[in-house]
């Protein structure tokens, strides 16, 4: 089924990335990429996001243990729904990112990033995410466009 390949392959995606990263970069080492609004930044989260409650690292392990949970029992409950795609193609993407931020951090303590957008906007600018964190903000946009549509 496309959607479990979905998640599967973002997973997936995610450890090889960031092995990619944490190997051929150091800490806080930005690498621009000429003609393109990107930055390679290496950065070790252990908190939520902006490192909220990173001294409290069991609980945010618990609420994403929780968080990605639910999500998980709601896209298996509307698998068997005719149509509804954009929905399932949304839920797929933010469980697939929440489960690969959540494995990396039971795994290691932390949550790798290493992409920063070079845009006019302070707020967005300093932050760092990593292709899980995309695929949760692409998914939950997903949800919001065509969640309730029948297709």
Do not use: W
């Not at 494995?103 to 920063?116: A, K």
Request: charged share 20%.
């Amino acid at each position: 089924m496309i959607y479990m390949a979905i998640i599967i392959s973002v997973c997936v995606s995610e450890i090889f990335l960031r092995r990619i990263a944490n190997k051929k970069m150091n800490l806080n080492e930005a690498r621009e990429i000429k003609g393109l609004p990107i930055i390679f930044n290496r950065y070790h989260n252990y908190g939520m996001a902006e490192n909220r409650l990173e001294e409290r690292p069991e609980i945010v392990k618990a609420i994403g243990t929780a968080a990605v949970g639910m999500l998980m029992v709601l896209f298996l409950l509307t698998l068997p729904l005719r149509g509804k795609k954009g929905l399932k193609t949304g839920l797929a993407l933010v469980v697939a990112g929440g489960l690969a931020n959540l494995l990396e951090r039971f795994l290691h303590g932390y949550v790798t990033d290493y992409v920063q957008f070079k845009v006019p906007f302070p707020r967005i600018r300093k932050l760092v995410f990593n292709v899980a964190d995309l695929c949760i903000f692409i998914g939950s946009a997903v949800m919001v466009i065509f969640g309730s549509s029948r297709k």
